[in-house]
């Protein structure tokens, strides 16, 4: 089964890829507070998958396979440096862009110290949830067309990609708030929460440094250094 027919079987009837409306980023701040909470449920259903018969950690190959054993291998080899493609050698982006070797190697080692925290948290992951590839009517649908980046990993990931787009909106801020109004107990949240923010962060980091976006590179460095302070506040 190729991937793509893989992920039709697994969402069907749980959450829509082909939606109506319009493309999330349209929001403002206070309509996406009035309709969070549809965004929420229909992360939380990706989440909720069946993926028996699915093994180990990463991003789909076009076979719907994962990688990687563990979620420590998936989230370090990310950044190994021997990588065929795009990220061969990528750390000779720290002599040639504004990309600081201390700030990334100081965040990727937070990142490990908390690895063990999502160690066996397996879930479907769209792992693609930035606001411009999502649909929405704004009352009643979310959906997802972008499944490119798919796997196996920490339901967290999601709303920590929707956190990265626009940390504005408060989105750890406001899953907690809905985790306690729905009697929805996510274990070492808050370890969870930061472990995938700084895993997706420095790799959303080093792909702006990568095209010289260095007003983005200035905004996530921001966001990633003040995310503790703010997770460790709720």
């Not at 229909?42 to 076009?62: C, N, R």
């Not at 040639?96 to 160690?119: K, P, S």
Request: proline fraction near 3%.
């Amino acid at each position: 089964m190729s991937k793509d027919d893989m992920i039709r079987s697994m969402v069907a009837d749980r959450v829509s890829i082909t939606p109506q409306g319009f493309v999330a980023d349209q929001l403002n701040p206070a309509q996406f507070a009035d309709c969070h909470e549809l965004f929420f449920d229909k992360v939380l259903q990706i989440s909720a998958s069946d993926i028996t018969g699915i093994a180990g950690y990463g991003d789909f190959d076009e076979g719907g396979r994962t990688s990687y054993n563990t979620c420590r291998e998936y989230l370090n080899d990310t950044f190994a440096e021997d990588r065929e493609g795009y990220w061969l050698n990528w750390t000779e982006l720290y002599d040639t862009t504004m990309l600081d070797r201390d700030f990334v190697e100081h965040y990727l080692q937070e990142m490990n110290e908390r690895i063990d925290y999502c160690e066996g948290r397996r879930y479907l992951v769209n792992n693609n949830t930035f606001f411009e590839l999502m649909i929405t009517d704004g009352k009643t649908t979310v959906g997802f067309p972008d499944w490119s980046r798919s796997g196996i990993c920490d339901f967290l990931l999601d709303f920590v990609i929707m956190d990265l787009n626009k940390p504005y909106l408060k989105i750890p801020e406001l899953l907690f708030q809905y985790g306690e109004k729905r009697g929805i107990i996510i274990p070492d949240f808050k370890e969870r929460f930061l472990c995938m923010a700084y895993y997706k962060g420095i790799d959303v980091l080093r792909w702006h440094a990568s095209i010289d976006d260095t007003e983005s590179c200035r905004t996530i460095m921001i966001s990633i250094r003040e995310l503790k302070d703010r997770i460790y506040a709720l």
